[in-house]
Structures are given as C-alpha cells and as structure tokens.
C-alpha cells in the first residue's frame, strides 16, 4: 500500500499561515490524495482531498506537486481552533472506503 | 444537522460481559465503519458495511461482531470483551462510492477491567 510520511508535530502562531507538508511518494494514479484533523476529544472531519490539481474549500487550500508525490495542506489564517492532529490519507480501497490514517501531524497554535 | 451519533460515549465492563455499542447516521449513507484508536496505533477499521444486510472485516476484526439490518444503524457487538479491546471507537459513514468526506462519530471510550 502506498504510505504517507508527515511530521509529527509543528507549531505556529495564530493568525498565520500554516504549511503542511504530506510525502507520498509511492502514489499510484488513481489514488486521491486526503485531509482529516482530529480535533482533541472529537472523531475525525474531513478537510479537504483532491487527485491532481490543488483545491481550496472554505477549511483549508491544498497544494499537490506536479508529479503528486507530495502535497502541503495550507490553513491561511490559523486560529486556536485549528490544534489538532492532521493525517494525510491516500485513499486505496474505493470497494471498502476505507481510510487508512497515519500517525498524523499534532499542529500546536500559539496564541 | 447530519450527525453520526455513538452510544454510549463512556463504558467500562468487566471481562466477558456482553456489549453493544451502537451507532446511527441521519444522512442515508449506504456505508459505515467501525475503527478503533489506540496510542501508538492510530486508527484501524475494524469492520465495515456497504449497505444494509452486507458486512465485512476490516483490519482488525478479531473479537467483534457487526450487523446492518436499516441502515441508519450499524451496532458493534462484543460478545465477550477483554482487556485488549480497551479503546477509542469511532463509527463512520458515507454515501455509497463517495470519492471524499466521511463523517465521524464522536467516538466510545471503552475500558474493559
């Protein structure tokens, strides 16, 4: 299956941008690429997902390489709302939709 | 709203006791899912159901039994719960062959003693 490789934590100031980075190296073509956050004490929410071009929603923008082996989810304006844990998911399984998290990323926002 | 609902949301059982920890969605979802999140481990699917009457194992089915008879609700059962299945739950649900957003539960913290 192929893996995605995130940072485990980052840390960055309210009201700024914040940059996510996602590796994926051994992405196949027909996989899409996902966002989930995990907020503290909460399931999992569905932020943002697309296969080749980037794509913004009201949540977040995401940014894939041309040669999608790597993408940034993009908060443009984070606020403490925004700390939790990202997980950058490649979705492999259309018959099951079946989401295979990682480890994710813990986002930190200072105030 | 569309909401996934869990209950209950806190549990704690003794080894072998019977559980049922259900789950329902208002949205018409052909699919939902069972996982389960432990430290170190992230989320594992335990079972899944592409619509009702049809069911699945996941990952980590071992010890767990699902049933799709409506298909607003798709319980987990533990027939005879043990320590190692202390966890984090998470039920969640889609429409049918959806490319993206999966709705989460707000999960059941199960302690078995």
């Known amino acids: 299956d192929a893996k995605t490789t995130q940072p485990n934590s980052m840390e960055s100031n309210e009201e700024e941008p914040v940059h996510l980075p996602c590796n994926h190296s051994?992405?196949?073509?027909?996989?899409?690429i996902h966002w989930y956050r995990q907020l503290p004490s909460q399931g999992p929410e569905y932020v943002i997902h697309?296969?080749?071009s980037n794509v913004n929603n009201r949540m977040a923008s995401l940014a894939i390489a041309e040669d999608r082996k790597s993408s940034t989810l993009i908060l443009h304006r984070a606020t403490l709302r925004d700390a939790a844990v990202y997980y950058c998911i490649l979705r492999l399984d259309f018959g099951n939709e079946k989401l295979t998290f990682g480890t994710g990323t813990r986002l930190t926002i200072i105030p | 709203e569309a909401q996934v609902t869990q209950n209950p949301r806190y549990l704690i059982t003794v080894t072998g006791k019977k559980l049922t920890v259900t789950c329902s969605q208002n949205m018409n979802h052909e699919y939902m899912s069972w996982y389960r999140q432990d430290p170190g481990l992230g989320l594992r699917q335990i079972y899944y159901?592409?619509?009702?009457?049809?069911?699945d194992k996941g990952d980590v089915p071992e010890g767990y039994k699902v049933s799709r008879k409506e298909k607003r609700n798709f319980p987990l059962i533990l027939e005879s719960p043990s320590p190692n299945q202390t966890s984090l739950y998470f039920c969640?649900?889609?429409?049918?062959?959806?490319?993206?957003?999966?709705?989460f539960g707000p999960g059941t913290r199960l302690t078995v003693t």
């Open positions: 051994t992405i196949s073509g027909t996989d899409y």
């Open positions: 969640a649900s889609s429409g049918a062959l959806q490319t993206y957003e999966q709705y």
């Open positions: 697309g296969l080749t």
């Open positions: 159901s592409m619509n009702v009457e049809v069911t």
